[in-house]
Nanobody
Framework: EVQLVESGGGLVQPGGSLRLSCVVS????????MYWVRQAPGKGLEWVST????????TYADSVKGRFTSSRDNAKNTLYLQMNSLKPEDTAVYYC????WGKGTLVTVSS
């Protein structure tokens, strides 16, 4: 059974940092680009970033560019999202995705 399990969410103050992880199993992780997508409370899904299968190419939504960094470790089947300079508007459930989706991890940015 394919599993994508996100972790690392939590409550952080504005300006703080968090690193999300997504461990993928039973899936050819190294062969696929991976995505981070988020959903703020009461809002629709928002694409956050894409990372190529080899990790050498990344793209970001304008809303997070310069603050978030996506990376991956293909040896560990793990995707990461380093989030710096967090803002209250970054509050959302964050999902990793490829052909499948994880269940998400909640990030709350609040003082």
């Amino acid at each position: 059974e394919v599993q994508l399990v996100e972790s690392g969410g939590g409550l952080v103050q504005p300006g703080g940092s968090l690193r999300l992880s997504c461990v993928v199993s039973e899936f050819p992780f190294r062969d696929y680009a991976m995505y981070w997508v988020r959903q703020a409370p009461g809002k629709g899904l928002e694409w956050v970033s894409t990372i190529s299968s080899g990790g050498d190419s990344t793209t970001y939504a304008d809303s997070v560019k310069g603050r978030f960094t996506s990376s991956r470790d293909n040896a560990k089947n793990t995707l990461y999202l380093q989030m710096n300079s967090l803002k209250p508007e970054d509050t959302a459930v964050y999902y990793c995705a490829a052909l499948y989706w994880g269940k998400g991890t909640l990030v709350t940015v609040s003082s």
